[in-house]
């Protein structure tokens, strides 16, 4: 079981229990945590597209680049 999932779960036993402002209170961590989570992956996405689109415009280069500027060295 994942931690998300405990602590669902944990809100949910906290409201059977009648705390509920407790369990609010995990709800509402588990809401920030969850879009902390899909914005840093969002950026992170965002980063490695920049990267891709970087490399797309470099001409390629051969297989055998490597080799022939070693040998001309």
């Known amino acids: ?11 949910d036993d906290l409201t059977e229990l009648g705390d509920n ?14 879009a902390w989570k899909f914005e840093a992956g969002e950026r ?3 980063r490695a ?3 891709r689109r970087k490399h797309e415009h470099k001409p390629s280069r051969s297989p055998y680049f490597n080799t022939c500027a070693i040998a001309v060295a």
């Open 1 to 11: 079981m994942d931690t998300i999932t405990e602590l669902r779960q944990l809100a």
């Open 44 to 46: 992170l996405l965002e």
């Open 21 to 34: 402002a407790t369990a609010a209170l995990v709800r509402q961590a588990i809401d920030r945590f969850s």
């Open 49 to 51: 597209l920049e990267e």
